[in-house]
Nanobody, 128 residues
Framework: QVQLVESGGGLVQPGGSLRLSCVVS????????IAWFRQAPGKEREGVSC????????RYADSVKGRFSISRDDAKNTVYLQMNSLKLEDTALYFC?????????????????????WGQGTQVTVSS
């Protein structure tokens, strides 16, 4: 069973940056599409961004476009979420999730809720 471990969360001021990491177990990252989700207290879980393992195409929620950037390093079994220009409303518990094993088709629509494996999350708090 694939295990995912997130790190990199913390407390940051508005306008600041954080980089989240998601490490996937057992050298299997290459077989999975990976997404980042977030959930704030009292709100539904939201898909933030995703990256395919086929053509490495990416997707972003409208709320983070132009501020967040997702990338993957299969050799390190790690997916990153670079978060810039953070806003108060970005405060949430951030999860990474894996779909697969599979080989995604070009431009596969990876931003959906039907992921197979989930991490425990890392807290991001944006506050002045």
């Amino acid at each position: 069973q694939v295990q995912l471990v997130e790190s990199g969360g913390g407390l940051v001021q508005p306008g600041g940056s954080l980089r989240l990491s998601c490490v996937v177990s057992d050298d299997t990252l290459n077989y999975y599409a990976i997404a980042w989700f977030r959930q704030a207290p009292g709100k539904e879980r939201e898909g933030v961004s995703c990256i395919n393992n086929g053509d490495r195409s990416t997707r972003y929620a409208d709320s983070v476009k132009g501020r967040f950037s997702i990338s993957r390093d299969d050799a390190k079994n790690t997916v990153y979420l670079q978060m810039n220009s953070l806003k108060l409303e970005d405060t949430a518990l951030y999860f990474c999730a894996a779909e697969g094993p599979m080989h995604t088709t070009d431009n596969y629509m990876c931003l959906h809720n039907n992921y197979d494996y989930w991490g425990q999350g890392t807290q991001v708090t944006v506050s002045s």
